[in-house]
């Protein structure tokens, strides 16, 4: 595949009608220096990236380069450096012209970096330069301020916002929070539920035989085991909240006791089905530091009135590629199975959250859940 055609430009103190006149002079010199690059500038969307960070802006911008083949857009990466002295408006910019067959993709890219004053009025700056009649989504690294002006004003211009949860300081904070954005018209994409796609697929076939159906409402425990060691405690705590929820959700149970903090140590949570308490006991187990703060097995007990207890279980194998999923029914044979278990890759999960629009009532109950788990009570004006 040939390398993409691309131009580049850097302006200081620049206003937005000179941004826009160079992205004209952009594509025009790029047809003029390259015959197969046409400046046809086809973008499927607008994406919006807030951040304090240039370093972590410029990693952001070389994730979405590679997806510029896949989905052409105008991304405008906001760097808000609210504490410089002066107030400026610095511009980096480049596009890319990638030939696919007989087709020309177009990729735009432009950090904006406000300084001063300028930081606080982000939202007016990006609404002139996204291209209009294209859905627009919003994408907050880390955990959203939730209530503050910066953030509202940017998802007011937004369709969809894109989150990590895996990210936020305060998981149970941040997914609360969640919920009232979700009731809002915007739509939610969480990368880290993304991540846990394979396990919800593998957990959800092991009731679908008829004959396994019955365990699906008469589980006695759980146990969830996370890789230890690390420092990622935000993500494993993230991630058991929602694949706690979304297993709550499914299976009609109630939170008892509730995981306030971020969990850094084996604890024991309760839900009630009924009259029946099942408890739910997540341990921290150590599996090499590539594994450290991931999911890495969880195991589901069963006992159905007039039927044999059965245990369900799925657990990483030793190249973490692959999971090893078994039912084993009382007195009779263990039946396994060998699964994928390996999310894609970041770029590739988030080229998918990028293809996704609307709300996602399932996932606003999911994360409802899980805020109760964390002992959070959403509230939503009505």
């Not at 759980?222 to 990622?232: A, H, K, L, S, T």
Request: proline letters at 5%; glycine letters at 8%.
């Amino acid at each position: 595949m040939a390398e993409p055609a691309r131009a580049t430009w850097k302006g200081t103190d620049v206003d937005v009608t000179t941004i826009e006149r160079q992205l004209s002079c952009l594509w025009t010199g790029l047809a003029g220096k390259n015959n197969q690059a046409h400046a046809v500038r086809t973008s499927l969307y607008n994406l919006l990236v807030y951040t304090e960070s240039e370093d972590n802006a410029r990693s952001i911008a070389d994730s979405l380069s590679k997806l510029s083949q896949r989905q052409p857009s105008r991304a405008i990466i906001l760097i808000a450096d609210r504490y410089a002295s002066k107030s400026t408006v610095d511009v980096e910019m480049a596009v890319q012209c990638h030939t696919v067959g007989d087709r020309r993709l177009g990729h735009e890219q432009l950090l904006v970096t406000a300084r001063g004053r300028t930081a606080d009025h982000v939202a007016s700056l990006s609404i002139p330069l996204m291209m209009p009649e294209l859905p627009t989504y919003l994408w907050w690294p880390g955990q959203p301020p939730f209530g503050h002006r910066k953030f509202h004003r940017l998802l007011h211009v937004a369709s969809q916002l894109i989150v990590d949860s895996a990210e936020f300081i305060s998981p149970g904070d941040g997914l609360a929070n969640l919920v009232r954005v979700c009731t809002l018209n915007q739509g939610v994409n969480d990368i880290h539920w993304a991540r846990l796609a394979q396990w919800r697929e593998i957990v959800a076939q092991f009731f679908d035989p008829p004959i396994y159906l019955p365990y699906a409402s008469n589980v006695r425990s759980v146990r969830i085991e996370c890789g230890g060691g690390g420092n990622d405690l935000h993500r494993v705590t993230a991630g058991v909240l929602l694949l706690v929820g979304w297993t709550a959700r499914q299976l009609g149970w109630d939170p008892e006791t509730t995981m306030d903090n971020v969990i850094d140590r084996d604890v024991e949570l309760a839900v009630t089905q009924g009259d029946r308490v099942i408890p739910i006991q997540i341990q921290f187990r150590d599996h090499g530091s590539g594994l450290a703060g991931r999911l890495c097995a969880l195991e589901m007990v069963s006992q159905p009135q007039d039927l044999p207890p059965a245990r369900f279980k799925v657990e990483r194998m030793e190249n973490s590629e692959n999971g090893r999923a078994s039912v084993h029914i009382h007195e009779r044979n263990e039946i396994t199975r060998v699964v994928p278990i390996a999310s894609k890759d970041e770029a590739e999960i988030l080229g998918d959250e990028l293809e996704m629009a609307g709300q996602d009532t399932v996932y606003g109950h999911i994360v409802e859940m899980a805020s109760r788990l964390a002992g959070r009570q959403a509230w939503v004006t009505t």
